[in-house]
């Protein structure tokens, strides 16, 4: 079974700081690990996804992710946060469920505050 | 990345009335949709996966005489609440599966019955 969980549900900083939002998982089988990005009242848009290549992962906007087995994390980063960066971010996690389908399982978020 | 719709983005109803929210994919076909309810400040919770030409298979806890789902084509999935109540009242999100086990999320559904 597979499992995300995001540490802090809130996370501040000022413009320009770093900024981290953790994710940690747990799968049965190597996983395919994603970061969403989701703006009030709209969808969900794909910032970054791992798919057992690289370790480190660079995605839109300038944010990054690393996997990192040992530790089963996969850390969202960037280096100086804009105002534009504020919104709520998710990590997931997702399994393949045998005949080529797989269920995506998504952590409970983590809104990201970035002050002037 | 691949483009998904939802239609109708926002809807009011009366109690008791049924609404349909359609899903479509506008630039590639997709075999798997995913269907999400999506309370305020919170995650994403699965309903259910729609598979084109076969029955969607509904997530524990999901009535699936209430929300009907079909998959009628690579490009259309549409959930269907029937019977609204105040309580299905919610944001409701599609997506679309990409051949990388990644979603194409569609802009959302803000559902309101009254």
């Known amino acids: 079974a597979q499992s995300v969980t995001q540490l802090g549900s809130h996370v501040s900083v000022s413009e320009g700081a770093l900024v981290l939002l953790r994710c940690n998982y747990s799968?049965?089988?190597?996983?395919?690990l994603f970061w969403y990005v989701q703006y009030p009242n709209q969808g969900l848009q794909l910032l970054l996804k791992?798919?057992?290549?690289?370790?480190l992962v660079k995605g839109i906007n300038g944010f990054e992710a690393e996997f990192k087995k040992s530790e089963t994390s996969f850390h969202l980063t960037k280096p100086s946060a804009h105002m534009s960066d504020a919104a709520e971010y998710f990590c997931?996690?997702?399994?393949?469920?045998?005949?080529?389908?797989?269920?995506?399982?998504f952590g409970r978020g983590t809104s990201l505050i970035v002050h002037p | 990345g691949a483009v998904v719709s939802q239609h109708p983005s926002w809807v009011i109803c009366k109690s008791g009335t049924s609404v349909k929210i359609e899903c479509r994919s506008l630039?590639?076909?997709?075999?798997?949709m995913f269907w999400y309810r999506q309370f305020p400040k919170q995650s994403l919770m699965l309903m259910a996966t729609?598979?084109?030409?076969?029955?969607?298979?509904?997530e524990q806890g999901v009535e699936k005489d209430k929300f009907l789902i079909n998959h009628a084509s690579l490009t259309l999935s549409t959930l269907t609440v029937t019977s609204a109540h105040p309580e299905d009242s919610s944001f409701y999100i599609c997506?679309?599966?990409?051949?990388?086990?990644?979603?194409?999320f569609g802009p959302g559904t803000r559902l309101t019955v009254l």
């Open positions: 799968s049965s089988v190597p996983p395919y």
């Open positions: 630039d590639f076909q997709a075999t798997t």
């Open positions: 997506s679309a599966a990409g051949a990388g086990r990644e979603q194409f």
């Open positions: 997931a996690v997702s399994e393949p469920q045998g005949g080529g389908s797989y269920i995506p399982t």
């Open positions: 729609s598979n084109e030409g076969s029955k969607a298979t509904y």
């Open positions: 791992y798919t057992s290549a690289a370790t």
